[in-house]
């Protein structure tokens, strides 16, 4: 059986916070819609293991930085 691990969404938002940009820029970086961002980012969605990959490689990171 495949396990995902469980990634530090706060991790993520505290490094686009470091990096000075915004939801809508990182969405952007991301090529993600700005409410995909914006709704992880407020927990009401859980976002799948792709999108989460995108969103750190746009951060500059690995995935592994934030589980």
Do not use: C
Request: proline share 3%; net charge positive; aromatic share 2%.
């Amino acid at each position: 059986m495949l396990v995902t691990p469980k990634v530090n969404l706060e991790k993520i938002i505290l490094e686009r916070a470091n990096q000075g940009l915004s939801a809508h820029e990182l969405s952007l970086k991301a090529g993600l819609s700005k409410n995909v961002v914006s709704n992880m980012e407020r927990g009401y969605v859980v976002p799948r293991l792709h999108t989460v990959g995108k969103i750190v490689n746009a951060l500059g990171k690995r995935i592994e930085d934030f589980i």
